[in-house]
C-alpha cells in the first residue's frame, strides 16, 4: 500500500508532462487558455471529450477564482482523481508563478514597464485566435436549436457591453440555466439516481479558513504584531479568491483598492507604516507583465504578494510572493474539488440536464465576446505595419488551428519570432 501512491502517479507521468508543456505555451489569459486546452487535451492526448470539456469549463465558470487553472485541475481530477488533480495544479501554477515572483525582485524605482515588450507584442493577436478557434469550436458543439442561439447572442451581446462587471457571468448563466428549463423538450431518459453521499471536508476547510484568515488579520491590525504584513496579506488574497467572478480583470480593480486607494486615503487621516501600500504604477507593471508570459493570469499575485514586502528584505519579499500564491489559488481548488462531484451527481437530474443546455450556450456567447473585447482594441483607423501584422496573426493563427496538426507551442514560438523580426 505504501507504494500505491507513487505507482499511481507514474502512470500519469505523459500527462503531466503535457501538462508542463502547456504551462509554458499557454498565453492569453482564459479566453486563450480554452482553445490550447482544446488542441493539447482533447484533440492531441484524447483525456477528455469537447463535450467534456465545455461542461467543465461552464461549471468553473459558476465558481469564483480562477476559471481556467479550475478547468485544468478538473482535467486532472478526472483522470486520475484529487491526488493527481493537485499535482496538475502545482505543475500548472509553478512557471508563472516564478517567473511573476522573479520579476518582483528585478523591478526597482527605475521599473522597466516594455521589458519584452517588442517580442511579445504579438502575443495578444495570437491569443485572439486561439479563442476565436475555440469559439468555432463550442458554438458547433453546444448551439444546436433556436433557443440556444438567442442565448448566445443575448450572452455574447451582454458580456461585450458589460464585459468588466464581475457579476454579469455568474447572471447570465444562472438566467440561461432557466431559459432551457421553460421548454419540455430535450429531456433525458429517466434513471435511477440513488442518493449520495457528500463529503463535507473541503468546503469546511474552506470557511474555516476564511474565518481564521480575517480574524487573524484584523487583530495583527489592531494590535500591530511585527508580522501583521504578512497576515495581511494572506486574507486579502484568499478573500480576492473567495469572491472573484469574472478573472484577472475583476481581480485588477479590487487589488487597485486594497493597496492604492484604502492607503492613500487613510494616510490623509492616519499615519501608519505598516500597512500594505503599492505604487500604482507597479501594479499596473505587474499586470502588463503577466499578459506577455504563459500560464494563469491570477500569477499576478505573485508578483504582488512580492512587491508588497520588498521592504521588508529579500526574505520576507519571497514569502510574500509564497503567501500571496497560496492565498489566491486555494479557495478555488477547495471549492472545485468539492462542488464538482456534487455537481456530476445534480446534473442526472432533469432540470439540471436541461440547464447544461442552456449554461453551455452563456459560455460560448461569453467567448465571443470576449473576442470582440479584444478585437476592439485593435483599430482599423490609423492603421500601421505593427497593426495589420496583428490581424494577420490573428488569421493566421486560427487557420494554423483549424486546418492544420501544428502544436501550439511551434505557434507561440512563431509568434515570438515575428515579434522579434518586425
Same mark, same amino acid.
Given at each position: 500500500?505504501?507504494?500505491?501512491?507513487?505507482?499511481?502517479?507514474?502512470?500519469?507521468?505523459?500527462?503531466?508532462?503535457?501538462?508542463?508543456?502547456?504551462?509554458?505555451?499557454?498565453?492569453?489569459? +482564459?479566453?486563450?487558455?480554452?482553445?490550447?486546452?482544446?488542441?493539447?487535451?482533447?484533440?492531441?492526448?484524447?483525456?477528455?471529450?469537447?463535450?467534456?470539456?465545455?461542461?467543465?469549463?461552464?461549471?468553473?465558470?459558476?465558481?469564483?477564482?480562477?476559471?481556467?487553472?479550475?478547468?485544468?485541475?478538473?482535467?486532472?481530477?478526472?483522470?486520475?482523481?484529487?491526488?493527481?488533480?493537485?499535482?496538475?495544479?502545482?505543475?500548472?501554477?509553478? +512557471?508563472?508563478?516564478?517567473?511573476?515572483?522573479?520579476?518582483?525582485?528585478?523591478?526597482?524605482? =527605475?521599473?522597466?514597464?516594455?521589458?519584452?515588450?517588442?517580442?511579445?507584442?504579438?502575443?495578444? +493577436?495570437?491569443?485572439?485566435?486561439?479563442?476565436?478557434?475555440?469559439?468555432?469550436?463550442?458554438?458547433?458543439?453546444?448551439?444546436? =436549436?433556436?433557443?440556444?442561439?438567442?442565448?448566445m447572442l443575448v450572452s455574447m451581446l451582454a458580456t461585450f457591453l458589460f464585459f468588466k462587471t464581475p457579476w454579469v457571468f455568474p447572471i447570465l448563466i444562472i438566467v440561461g440555466g432557466v431559459a432551457t428549463n421553460l421548454s419540455d423538450k430535450r429531456i433525458p431518459e429517466k434513471e435511477n439516481i440513488r442518493p449520495r453521499q457528500i463529503r463535507w471536508t473541503n468546503i469546511w476547510l474552506f470557511v474555516l479558513i476564511?474565518?481564521?484568515?480575517?480574524?487573524?488579520?484584523?487583530?495583527?491590525?489592531?494590535?500591530?504584531?511585527?508580522?501583521?504584513?504578512?497576515?495581511?496579506?494572506?486574507? =486579502?488574497?484568499?478573500?480576492?479568491?473567495?469572491?472573484?467572478?469574472?478573472?484577472?480583470?475583476?481581480?485588477?480593480?479590487?487589488?487597485?483598492?486594497?493597496?492604492?486607494?484604502? +492607503?492613500?486615503?487613510?494616510?490623509?487621516?492616519?499615519?501608519?507604516?505598516?500597512?500594505?501600500?503599492?505604487?500604482?504604477?507597479?501594479?499596473?507593471?505587474?499586470?502588463?507583465?503577466?499578459?506577455?508570459?504563459?500560464?494563469?493570469?491570477?500569477?499576478?499575485?505573485?508578483?504582488?504578494?512580492?512587491?508588497?514586502?520588498?521592504?521588508?528584505?529579500?526574505?520576507?519579499?519571497?514569502?510574500?510572493?509564497?503567501?500571496?500564491?497560496?492565498?489566491?489559488?486555494?479557495?478555488?481548488?477547495?471549492?472545485?474539488?468539492?462542488?464538482?462531484?456534487?455537481?456530476?451527481?445534480?446534473?442526472?437530474?432533469?432540470?439540471?440536464?436541461?440547464?447544461?443546455?442552456?449554461? =453551455?450556450?452563456?459560455?460560448?456567447?461569453v467567448m465571443w465576446a470576449a473576442a470582440l473585447y479584444l478585437l476592439k482594441g485593435m483599430p482599423l483607423k490609423n492603421m500601421d505595419g505593427d497593426m495589420l501584422i496583428s490581424f494577420i496573426v490573428v488569421a493566421a493563427t486560427y487557420l494554423l488551428l483549424r486546418y492544420t496538426k501544428l502544436y501550439a507551442p511551434l505557434i507561440v514560438m512563431l509568434c515570438l519570432l515575428a515579434g522579434w523580426i518586425f
Open positions: 500500500m505504501a507504494f500505491t501512491f507513487p505507482l499511481t502517479i507514474l502512470r500519469h507521468i505523459p500527462f503531466l508532462k503535457a501538462v508542463f508543456l502547456y504551462s509554458l505555451t499557454a498565453f492569453g489569459g +482564459p479566453q486563450g487558455h480554452f482553445g490550447m486546452m482544446l488542441k493539447y487535451f482533447v484533440h492531441k492526448r484524447r483525456d477528455l471529450t469537447e463535450e467534456e470539456l465545455v461542461e467543465y469549463n461552464s461549471f468553473c465558470q459558476l465558481l469564483p477564482g480562477a476559471s481556467s487553472t479550475q478547468t485544468l485541475t478538473l482535467i486532472g481530477y478526472k483522470r486520475g482523481g484529487v491526488s493527481l488533480a493537485l499535482i496538475t495544479l502545482l505543475i500548472w501554477l509553478l +512557471p508563472a508563478c516564478i517567473l511573476m515572483g522573479a520579476f518582483s525582485f528585478l523591478l526597482t524605482s =527605475n521599473s522597466p514597464g516594455n521589458i519584452g515588450s517588442k517580442i511579445f507584442r504579438f502575443l495578444e +493577436p495570437m491569443a485572439i485566435g486561439f479563442l476565436i478557434y475555440a469559439a468555432v469550436r463550442t458554438f458547433r458543439i453546444s448551439i444546436t =436549436n433556436l433557443i440556444t442561439q438567442i442565448i476564511f474565518i481564521v484568515a480575517g480574524t487573524l488579520s484584523e487583530i495583527a491590525r489592531k494590535q500591530e504584531w511585527e508580522n501583521r504584513k504578512a497576515f495581511n496579506l494572506f486574507e =486579502n488574497f484568499y478573500r480576492f479568491g473567495s469572491i472573484v467572478f469574472g478573472g484577472s480583470d475583476v481581480l485588477l480593480p479590487l487589488m487597485l483598492d486594497q493597496y492604492v486607494a484604502r +492607503p492613500n486615503h487613510q494616510q490623509s487621516q492616519e499615519k501608519n507604516i505598516n500597512q500594505i501600500k503599492i505604487e500604482r504604477t507597479d501594479l499596473l507593471t505587474g499586470y502588463g507583465m503577466v499578459r506577455a508570459i504563459p500560464g494563469p493570469v491570477f500569477s499576478v499575485a505573485t508578483f504582488t504578494g512580492g512587491m508588497a514586502l520588498k521592504d521588508e528584505g529579500k526574505g520576507k519579499q519571497l514569502l510574500g510572493c509564497i503567501i500571496a500564491t497560496v492565498g489566491i489559488f486555494l479557495p478555488s481548488a477547495l471549492l472545485v474539488l468539492f462542488f464538482f462531484p456534487v455537481w456530476q451527481y445534480l446534473k442526472k437530474f432533469v432540470i439540471v440536464f436541461r440547464a447544461l443546455e442552456g449554461i =453551455n450556450a452563456v459560455v460560448v456567447g
